[in-house]
């Protein structure tokens, strides 16, 4: 669960592409490819997929994102070295065509925010850490499933999922921090801007 900056923010969408065969990129493959590395960059990844056009605007993926973002992060703080998910998440699959867009439009202002990032009060990056940070991540995982129904607004948690990661991979205790002011930004935005009542019709209520 050691951070590390040998995957920069600008090259995580190109990594997955790249390293992973096939037309098609599944859920699998990207625990995969980064699972036993680090709790930074697949959750980084993660949260970049609900965050970047054109994938954060695929109907369902933010709610799938969501419990693969909950099931990583539970077993990766009791030290699970193969992140297991059920075959119907594992096996769901984003075509490299989008991912490909998704890295040309995200990867200049990726490497801008990259160019930002330095190892900065460290103390808030150390162990505990990851698991205060957790619990975080988890709450905002959970919130991506009614943000969907707010056009764009996913983007908030995901931004924060992103900010998190980012964090450990570069230790960097300024990006935590802010990392905390998204999560309160997406929880506020989530009681706002949600329509509750759609929401519970969902459901049945």
Same mark, same amino acid.
Request: no cysteine; proline share 6%.
């Given at each position: 669960?050691?951070?590390?900056?040998?995957?920069?923010? #600008?090259?995580?969408?190109?990594?997955?592409?790249?390293?992973?065969?096939?037309?098609?990129?599944?859920?699998?493959?990207?625990?995969?490819?980064?699972? #036993?590395?680090?709790?930074?960059?697949? +959750?980084?990844?993660?949260?970049?997929?609900?965050?970047?056009?054109?994938?954060?605007?695929?109907?369902?993926?933010?709610?799938?994102?969501?419990?693969?973002?909950?099931?990583?992060?539970?077993?990766?703080?009791?030290?699970?070295?193969?992140?297991?998910?059920?075959?119907?998440?594992?096996?769901?699959? +984003?075509?490299?065509?989008?991912?490909?867009?998704?890295?040309?439009?995200?990867?200049?202002?990726?490497?801008?925010?990259?160019?930002?990032?330095?190892?900065?009060?460290?103390?808030?990056?150390?162990?505990?850490?990851?698991?205060?940070?957790?619990?975080?991540?988890?709450?905002?995982?959970?919130?991506?499933?009614?943000?969907?129904?707010?056009?764009?607004?996913?983007?908030?948690?995901?931004?924060?999922?992103?900010?998190?990661?980012?964090?450990?991979?570069?230790?960097?205790?300024?990006?935590?921090?802010?990392?905390?002011?998204?999560?309160?930004?997406?929880?506020?935005?989530?009681?706002?801007?949600?329509?509750?009542?759609?929401?519970?019709?969902?459901?049945?209520?």
């Amino acid at each position: 669960m050691t951070a590390s900056r040998d995957n920069p923010l #600008e090259n995580v969408l190109e990594r997955a592409i790249n390293e992973i065969d096939g037309d098609n990129v599944t859920f699998g493959d990207i625990l995969d490819l980064f699972g #036993e590395r680090s709790f930074g960059p697949v +959750i980084v990844l993660l949260g970049l997929l609900v965050t970047v056009p054109p994938i954060g605007a695929v109907p369902g993926l933010p709610m799938i994102v969501g419990l693969v973002i909950i099931l990583f992060t539970v077993q990766i703080v009791f030290g699970a070295k193969r992140i297991w998910v059920p075959g119907f998440i594992e096996h769901r699959s +984003i075509s490299k065509e989008k991912l490909k867009a998704a890295d040309e439009k995200a990867k200049p202002w990726l490497k801008r925010i990259d160019g930002l990032v330095s190892e900065r009060i460290t103390m808030l990056t150390g162990r505990w850490s990851i698991y205060v940070s957790a619990i975080i991540v988890i709450f905002l995982a959970l919130l991506m499933v009614p943000l969907e129904l707010v056009p764009f607004a996913v983007a908030a948690p995901g931004w924060a999922v992103t900010l998190f990661g980012l964090a450990f991979m570069a230790r960097d205790g300024v990006l935590m921090l802010l990392g905390y002011l998204m999560a309160a930004i997406a929880a506020a935005l989530t009681v706002a801007l949600v329509p509750w009542g759609q929401f519970a019709g969902l459901f049945g209520g």
